[in-house]
């Protein structure tokens, strides 16, 4: 399954990107997928757009989406602009959204641009990567 054309997971000065991580507030609950700002973010699967979901109250450039898969997949992607409505429903492999550029919104140079993506099925958070593909097969 796939968000992108190519899915590698962040590790840079500023932190990794794999699910558990060590952060200041606790443990990483999602993934975070390399992009190039403007790279386009395809639907994983059949399904729609339930609600924007913003990753902080606090600031308002930085923006996200929930999207429910028809397999009852929920998706929580952050750093992403969406170009598909809420409650629009989508095909597997549309466009959905674009990258932010969340670097330069956090004035990080040595923070990768990247996507933060969260799952959840039947209620329960897990690993992304049990159904999201590492495409480089190597840690980034």
């Known amino acids: ?71 009852g997949l929920e998706v929580t992607v952050f750093y992403a602009d969406l170009t598909a409505a809420v409650g629009e429903v989508v095909k597997k492999g549309n466009k959905i959204a674009i990258a932010q550029d969340i670097s330069a919104l956090y004035g990080l140079p040595d923070m990768k641009p990247h996507i933060h993506v969260e799952t959840v099925k039947d209620g ?9 593909t590492d495409t480089s097969k190597k840690k980034s």
């Not at 329960?124 to 999201?132: G, N, S, T």
Request: proline letters at 5%; glycine letters at 12%.
């Open 124 to 132: 329960v958070r897990f690993d992304p990567m049990e159904v999201f």
């Open 1 to 71: 399954m796939q968000l992108l054309s190519s899915q590698i997971i962040r590790n840079d000065d500023e932190g990794k990107g794999h699910y558990g991580a060590s952060r200041y507030h606790g443990t990483h609950k999602g993934v975070d997928f390399v992009v190039t700002p403007g790279q386009v973010i395809k639907a994983p699967e059949s399904g729609y757009i339930k609600r924007i979901k913003n990753p902080s109250a606090k600031d308002s450039r930085q923006h996200g989406f929930l999207f429910i898969g028809d397999s």
